[in-house]
């Protein structure tokens, strides 16, 4: 009787172990792809006149809600941003980044909030992901407006430099009704800063109600160009 009850006792102690077992190991499986959270930079945009950093973000398992911090670092400075998805899988964060150098790297980080609390016992691929990027400096002027002046051989445009670096024009054609010839005097045009540049006929001499291309070049050799009517 003795055996049989310590048969008995061990078959309760072996089942409430076993029980536990099963049902521990399916808490803690590894989770399915479907689970997982993933972020990735997909790329940047620099707002010159807002001096907004444009950052685009993917979330790659979008049925998952994702709501984090965008940080942006350069050197001692840093930037912050709050930025959610909604099922979509692309979030755009704004980054005001008023003192940002664009001639040197900076890092971008996401962090996603909470992620223990959102993500309860889920492999989190990525919580946090960085990458440096560096400014693509491009050149961009738009030139507004262009005025006729009360001298047949002057003309005055009206610049806006909207990219990412200082320009320098050095040359210019107008070409139309008997204009042959044109000069500039070699200008810098600061980014993000408008500036009235003055444009000499040396050939020839526009008339009114005739149109004018003018073309602007810089010391890069990128063109931009106006079309006005005298």
């Known amino acids: 009787m003795q055996k049989i009850g310590v048969y008995i006792i061990l078959l309760v102690i072996g089942t409430v172990i076993g029980a536990s077992i099963m049902y ?20 940047i945009d620099y707002k010159v006149s807002d001096s907004v950093l444009e950052i685009e973000l993917l979330n790659d398992v979008p049925e998952k809600n994702l709501e984090g911090k965008v940080i942006v670092s350069q050197d001692e400075n840093q930037w ?13 964060a704004e980054v005001i980044c008023d003192s940002i150098n664009e001639t040197q790297n900076f890092r971008i980080t996401y962090i996603e909030n909470n992620p223990k609390a959102t993500y309860l016992d889920r492999n989190i691929e990525w919580n946090e992901v960085s990458q440096t990027f ?10 507004s407006k262009v005025e006729f ?22 040359a210019v054609t ?28 040396t050939t020839g001499a526009w008339s009114a109600g005739k149109a004018y291309n003018v073309e602007l070049l810089s010391t890069k050799g990128n063109k931009f160009t106006y079309t006005g009517t005298a």
């Open 134 to 143: 560096t400014f693509m400096e491009t050149e961009q002027l738009t030139i």
């Open 174 to 201: 107008v070409s139309g009704s008997g204009v042959t010839g044109s000069s500039i005097a070699s200008t810098i045009i600061a980014k993000g800063t408008t500036v009235e540049v003055p444009i000499t006929v």
């Open 24 to 43: 521990y190991v399916p808490i803690n499986q590894t989770p399915s792809t479907r689970e997982q959270v993933k972020v990735t930079i997909q790329g």
């Open 80 to 92: 912050t941003c709050d930025v959610t998805w909604h099922y979509t899988g692309l979030g755009v």
């Open 149 to 170: 002046g009360s001298a047949a051989t002057q003309i005055n445009a009206t610049v806006m430099n909207t990219g990412t670096s200082d320009v320098v024009v050095n």
